[in-house]
């Protein structure tokens, strides 16, 4: 299937590794033109390699507006315009909500909200002005799923759900697209490190922590980045002309809820 986005422009936030990167992956084997962004200067420049395509790697932290853009500005100048933005993030302290401190959630605010503001403000005039664009925010199943540990990623994630949809209404008829998507667990590096951790402190092995994780999930397995990273490419697409406002879960049939 031809997704019509060949040439288009994508910004990719924390493409560096994991689902960021599944996602330039994805959208570089639809032609497009991709940045991304990364903190570590060698994991970008080993992603860059990696990716091949016209891809343009640039040093930037989410949580300092200075760095997003340049990183912007970076864009424009490598390659013209911006027609897709996917915002991406790690995840905010875990811990219960007694636990946290306001210093947290502040920390929290800036890394999984502010940012996802601030690189939509940036980009949206420029998508408005030429009647096109796709941005898709890369969320978390807890946005319909909370989880006790979770508590400011729950929280935080089920408000851009909201933002999602108050974009979406705002922008469609510049035929802008918004739309969010919700991963479940997916085998990344993180989530093996997370692996090798929780093992340890249960005193058990990273095959049986799997097991049991697989187990809780209906398709009996995590999802693989690449299968995050193809759905990603089809709301960016020209086939997903009428799709926005959405918040789609794509996780293998954990999440319980029917709305």
């Known amino acids: 299937m031809d997704l019509g986005i060949q040439g ?12 960021g990167k599944a996602a330039a992956a994805a959208l570089l084997g639809e032609g497009c033109k991709v940045a991304i962004c990364g903190r570590d200067p060698e994991t970008l420049a080993m992603a860059k390699a990696e990716l091949g395509g016209s891809v343009l790697a640039v040093s930037c932290d989410v949580t300092q507006p200075a760095d997003l853009e340049d990183w912007y500005r970076d864009t ?8 897709i933005l996917v ?6 302290p875990a811990a219960t909500f007694l636990d946290l401190t306001e210093a947290q959630w502040d920390s929290g605010i800036q890394s999984t909200l502010m940012n996802v503001v ?23 199943l807890v946005a319909k799923q909370p989880l006790p540990l979770l508590t400011i990623s729950s ?25 969010a998507l919700l991963p479940g667990h997916v085998l990344t590096d993180r989530q093996t490190h997370l692996a090798e951790l929780r093992a340890r402190k ?12 697989n187990a809780t999930i209906p398709m009996g397995r995590m999802g ?5 990273g193809d759905v990603i490419a089809f709301l960016c697409s020209e086939r997903a002309s009428y799709l926005t406002g959405a918040s789609i879960q794509v996780d293998g049939g954990i999440i319980q809820s029917t709305y």
Do not use: C
């Open 76 to 83: 424009l100048e490598a390659f013209g315009q911006v027609d």
């Open 8 to 19: 288009r422009v994508a910004m990719v936030a924390a493409g560096s590794k994991g689902l």
């Open 202 to 213: 249960d005193g058990t092995t990273v095959e049986d922590y799997f097991l049991k994780a």
């Open 118 to 140: 601030r690189m939509s403000r940036l980009i949206l005039p420029g998508m408005r002005d030429r009647g096109w664009g796709r941005i898709v925010h890369l969320t978390s």
């Open 87 to 92: 915002t991406n993030t790690g995840g905010p």
């Open 224 to 228: 693989r980045p690449r299968e995050i």
């Open 155 to 179: 929280a935080l994630r089920a408000g851009l759900s909201a933002l999602t949809k108050t974009m979406a209404t705002e922008f469609a008829a510049d035929n802008v697209l918004v739309n």
